[in-house]
């Protein structure tokens, strides 16, 4: 039972004292780092990228609808195009060939 005076907890306080001011043991010297935590949030898009504007275009909607149908169909898990890329890629090609003639 606790003295008079004492927590009645003081006993188990005072037992778990030299446990929490023990030497770290080799296990936790040797522990590796933690992994680096990835930041938070969604990453940078196209948007937020200085190369890049968006702009207004006018497509026919079943040539757009089929061309986003085909772009999910080939879409691969290490990469996926939409439709800008895809209007980027024509866009630079045209170009291109624009500049050779």
């Known amino acids: 039972m606790a003295k008079p005076g004492e927590s009645k907890f003081a006993g188990i306080f005072q037992s778990a004292a030299p446990a929490a001011t023990a030497a770290p043991t080799a296990?936790?010297?040797?522990?590796p780092p933690p992994p680096a935590v990835r930041p938070l949030g969604r990453p940078h898009g196209?948007?937020?990228d200085p190369a890049w504007k968006q702009f207004s275009v006018l497509l026919k909607k079943q040539?757009?609808?089929e061309a986003?149908?085909?772009l999910r169909s080939e879409q691969t898990?290490?990469?996926?195009r939409d439709l800008s890329d895809l209007?980027?890629?024509l866009l630079?090609?045209?170009v291109t060939r624009q500049r050779q003639s």
């Open 77 to 80: 898990e290490d990469e996926s």
């Open 46 to 48: 196209k948007r937020s």
């Open 92 to 94: 630079e090609q045209w």
């Open 27 to 31: 296990e936790r010297i040797d522990a």
């Open 87 to 89: 209007l980027q890629e």
């Open 63 to 65: 040539t757009q609808r």
């Open 68 to 70: 986003v149908t085909i």
